[in-house]
């Protein structure tokens, strides 16, 4: 079984650019995640997802952070404009039904100079 | 609001010996209570979990049991070995099929 995929795994943009991370969950899996792993931290979530509902996203900096999943399968997580503390690795995770263990994809490691 | 705190890294041990991470968690509810681990280049897989209060979550050696009286479900291994070095996490999910709650990690570095 594939496993959580994500892509591109490294970005390196300039403040006030903008950037985007793709996600694909377990295949099946209902519920989707976007957290943000700052270094020497543990991963925040920024939102989740049931399907393609919103269940979630009480911690996502909307003004400049966006996040789609609109055929309840893959997703986009979107920054724009980026700031220097953006600089995070963002992790995707997926649940068949909401509860039990997520699993994890290999993150994205954003830099932003 | 709810949160976890775990034990500060970065631990270092000898190969063989007994290792305890403490975890603590707030008391909102009837969490349930994971340890994730991510191992030097690789994403955060699960370790083990709990899922009500006195269970005891085991895996590959490591062992929590949750402590509802004390609010705690530390990480414990009788026999480390130099494959185990990785950062620990533990994450209690408060809402039963939404958000985990990272500790912020505990760096565990284990030497020949």
């Known amino acids: 079984e594939a496993g959580v995929a994500q892509s591109p795994r490294y970005k390196i943009i300039e403040k006030r650019q903008s950037v985007a991370f793709w996600c694909n969950p377990i295949s099946g899996h209902a519920t989707l995640y976007w957290y943000q792993q700052i270094l020497g931290q543990g991963p925040k979530l920024l939102i989740q997802f049931q399907n393609n509902g919103v269940v979630d996203d009480s911690q996502l900096p909307k003004d400049r952070f966006s996040a789609e999943r609109l055929k309840g399968v893959d997703s986009t997580l979107k920054i724009q404009p980026a700031k220097l503390e953006d600089s995070a690795v963002y992790l995707c995770?997926?649940?068949?039904?909401?509860?039990?263990?997520?699993?994890f994809g290999p993150g994205t490691r954003l830099t932003v100079t | 609001g709810d949160s976890v705190t775990q034990m500060e890294g970065p631990v270092t041990l000898s190969e063989e010996a007994f290792l305890t991470i403490n975890c603590t968690y707030t008391?909102?509810?009837?969490?349930?209570l994971f340890w994730y681990v991510q191992y030097p280049g690789e994403g955060l897989q699960l370790l083990l979990k709990?899922?009500?209060?006195?269970d005891k979550g085991s895996n590959k050696g490591f062992e929590a049991t949750y402590r509802k009286e004390t609010t705690s479900f530390h990480l414990e291994k009788g026999s480390v070995q130099v494959s185990d070095s990785a950062v620990y996490f533990c994450?209690?999910?408060?809402?039963?099929?939404?958000?985990?709650?990272f500790g912020q990690g505990t760096e565990l570095s284990v030497k020949p």
């Open positions: 995770a997926s649940t068949p039904g909401g509860e039990g263990e997520q699993y």
């Open positions: 994450a209690p999910n408060y809402n039963q099929g939404g958000k985990l709650i």
């Open positions: 709990a899922t009500k209060a006195d």
């Open positions: 008391a909102t509810g009837y969490p349930s």
